[in-house]
């Protein structure tokens, strides 16, 4: 097995002051931030989709970037992109890796031959694992590229499609045990509609939940403890996807009983698509218990579409790694660059530079949140903001202990509110977030 990044060795921490492109600035792996260290904090994974299969192609032409790993024949072509993968997250020190199961190996004749395949290259993966400590966060199955899954997996209108996608999905949760994941996603890459004359939504959503139940009974009959994810993304591929955003998805969840298993993976630019900001889903999810995993990435805002750019805008992960602190960190969970270098980045110093962009972006987010908490001006305006639950009236409501007949007596008696509204103080805080960012 030969190098395949020649020339690009170890990426070290350099600090701020640095002007090494192919060095951290911010992320020190090692360094403690709110009790834990960057690494524990941030748990960087490498997706298999985009950074060793990814070529650029797009819908007005053909790859750009060679990602054959210097080989023709399938088989050998998967095993070179695990030891490239392999090499590529020992110098950026990423820990743990996310994949698709075709990702990881290709689609053969039959299934049982892709299933054979498969487990061949799950079998090269532990080795290398066993050897490196490089973890899976989570694996999936990709339920969507195939034209058999033209009209959605587990929403197909045909019960075989179903049961070849049930098929795919045993043997791709299987695949994630074998390689030590603790989570397995859902996203719902043809599940959702292009029209209602020819869709039947009720029965669709049920049986989404059915696949999903079935997915948990298997999971859990084969040893996996970890947790189920609901990936939410509101459009694209289709017109309207069912899994729309947190919200949406939380309703699904405890419709169906099946909120005690899943989580939110929630996507940094599928939040942006719903028209929310990644930091409302966050705190969607954090609010109410369903905080898992993020994919980590960015948008452009003048384009409509999932353009998955490496996250650059330091804002957002500030305010994305101040969700995650307070929702006590990550568990199983971690942060996967969902992310794909742009198309006129093409050569193989651009995978690292991306992954150096996102990493260090994510490594000052993790800084300026922690100083967001220790500092406390934000977190005590809030907490002053609603001071008036704490007390009087205000807790009585809380405590139940009264309904609209006190609330009237209560409201004829003190007449016009004039002195608990307070000022909402926007752009005070505005400004205190940038002093607490740029003072760093
Ligand atoms: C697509 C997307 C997927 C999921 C995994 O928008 O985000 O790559 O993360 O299927
Ligand atoms: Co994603």
Known sequence: ?????????????????????????????????????????????????????????????????????????????????????FEIMDKLSIDFFCFHDRDLSPEYGSLAETNAKLDEITDYI??????????????????????????????????????????????????????????????????????????????????????????????????????????????????????????????????????????????????TLAQHTFQHELRVARDNGFFGSIDANQGDPLLGWDTDQFPTNVYDAALCMYEVLKAGGFTNGGLNFDSKARRGSFTPEDIFHSYIAGMDTFALGLRIAQKMIDDGRIDRFVADRYSSWNTGIGKDIIDGKVGFAELEKYALEKGEVTDSLGSGRQEMLESIMNNIMFSM
């Open 126 to 271: 532990k080795a290398k694992q066993a050897e490196t400590g490089i973890k899976c966060l989570w694996g999936t199955a990709k339920c969507f590229d195939h034209p058999r899954y033209m009209h959605g997996a587990g929403t197909s209108p045909s019960a075989d499609v179903f049961a070849y996608a049930a098929a795919q999905i045993k043997k791709a949760i299987e695949a994630t045990v074998k390689l030590g994941g603790n989570g397995y996603v859902f996203w719902g890459g043809r599940e959702g509609y292009e029209t209602l004359l020819n869709t039947n939504m009720g029965l669709e959503l049920d049986n989404m939940a059915r696949l999903m139940r079935m997915a948990v009974e298997y999971g859990r009959s084969i040893g996996f403890k970890g947790d189920f994810y609901i990936e939410p993304k509101p459009k694209e591929p289709t017109k309207h996807q069912y899994d729309f955003d947190t919200a949406t998805v939380l309703g699904f969840l405890r419709k169906y009983g099946l909120d005690k298993d899943f989580r939110m993976n929630i996507e940094a630019n599928h939040a």
């Open 1 to 85: 097995m030969g190098e395949f990044f020649k020339g690009i060795g170890k990426i070290g921490y350099e600090g701020r002051d640095s002007a090494n492109p192919l060095a951290f600035k911010y992320y020190d792996p090692d360094e403690v931030i709110g009790g834990k260290t960057m690494r524990e904090q941030l748990r960087f994974a490498l997706s298999w989709w985009h950074t060793m299969g990814g070529d650029g192609t797009d819908m007005f032409g053909v790859g750009t970037a060679d990602k054959t790993w210097g080989e023709s024949d399938p088989a050998a072509r998967a095993k070179a992109k695990v030891d490239a993968a």
